[in-house]
C-alpha cells in the first residue's frame, strides 16, 4: 500500500488530500485544510510549515503532489502563494518523499481524460473516488484533483 498526499497550497486556506494506491487502484483516504486565519503573512507561512510536518509524519505518504504556480495579472498574488507552497514543500526535506509538481491545465486533461462526458471537475473527483459527500471547501478539491493527477501519472496515464 501506498499513499499520495496532494496539496493545494494558499496564504489564506491550504487544502490537503490523502488518496491510497492499492493493486493500481486508489481510494479515498481522507482530506482537510490549513485555515490560516492569523493577520500577520509570515505567521502563516510558518502555520502552514508546521502543520505540513505535522501530517506528514502521522500519515507517513509515499508521494507528494503540488500545484505549480500561475503567475497572472497580481504578481502579489502570486509570490504570496509562492511563499505558501515553500512552506509546504519544506515541511518535507526530512521525510524523503518524491515530490511532483502539476499545473492546472495538467490536472483539468487528466481529469477530462478519466470522465469525457462530464466537464464538472467536482463530479468527476466525486465519481472517481466514490465520494457521496461534496461539502468539501475548493481548495480540498483541487488537493483532491492533484493527487488523482499524481496517480495517473505515476501509471504513466498523463
Given at each position: 500500500?501506498?499513499i499520495?498526499?496532494?496539496?493545494?497550497?494558499?496564504?489564506?486556506?491550504?487544502?490537503?488530500?490523502?488518496?491510497?494506491?492499492?493493486?493500481?487502484?486508489?481510494?479515498y483516504?481522507?482530506?482537510g485544510?490549513?485555515?490560516?486565519?492569523?493577520?500577520?503573512?509570515?505567521?502563516?507561512?510558518?502555520?502552514?510549515?508546521?502543520?505540513?510536518?505535522?501530517?506528514?509524519?502521522?500519515?507517513?505518504?509515499?508521494?507528494f503532489?503540488?500545484?505549480?504556480?500561475?503567475?497572472?495579472?497580481n504578481m502579489?498574488s502570486?509570490?504570496?502563494?509562492?511563499?505558501?507552497?515553500?512552506?509546504?514543500?519544506?515541511?518535507l526535506?526530512n521525510?524523503?518523499?518524491?515530490?511532483?509538481?502539476?499545473t492546472?491545465?495538467?490536472?483539468?486533461?487528466?481529469l477530462?481524460?478519466?470522465?469525457?462526458?462530464?466537464?464538472?471537475?467536482?463530479?468527476?473527483?466525486?465519481?472517481?473516488l466514490?465520494i457521496?459527500?461534496?461539502?468539501?471547501?475548493?481548495?480540498?478539491?483541487?488537493?483532491?484533483?492533484?493527487a488523482?493527477t499524481n496517480f495517473?501519472?505515476?501509471k504513466?496515464?498523463?
Amino acid at each position: 500500500m501506498k499513499i499520495i498526499l496532494g496539496v493545494d497550497p494558499g496564504s489564506k486556506i491550504t487544502g490537503y488530500g490523502f488518496l491510497e494506491l492499492y493493486k493500481n487502484e486508489i481510494n479515498y483516504l481522507f482530506s482537510g485544510y490549513i485555515f490560516l486565519k492569523d493577520k500577520n503573512f509570515f505567521k502563516r507561512l510558518n502555520i502552514i510549515y508546521k502543520e505540513m510536518k505535522l501530517i506528514i509524519k502521522k500519515y507517513n505518504p509515499n508521494y507528494f503532489a503540488i500545484e505549480k504556480i500561475f503567475v497572472g495579472k497580481n504578481m502579489d498574488s502570486a509570490i504570496k502563494l509562492s511563499h505558501a507552497r515553500s512552506a509546504a514543500i519544506l515541511a518535507l526535506n526530512n521525510f524523503n518523499i518524491p515530490i511532483y509538481e502539476y499545473t492546472f491545465s495538467q490536472v483539468k486533461k487528466c481529469l477530462l481524460k478519466i470522465d469525457n462526458n462530464n466537464t464538472n471537475i467536482k463530479n468527476i473527483i466525486l465519481n472517481r473516488l466514490k465520494i457521496n459527500n461534496n461539502n468539501f471547501k475548493e481548495d480540498v478539491f483541487d488537493a483532491l484533483a492533484i493527487a488523482i493527477t499524481n496517480f495517473y501519472d505515476i501509471k504513466n496515464f498523463i
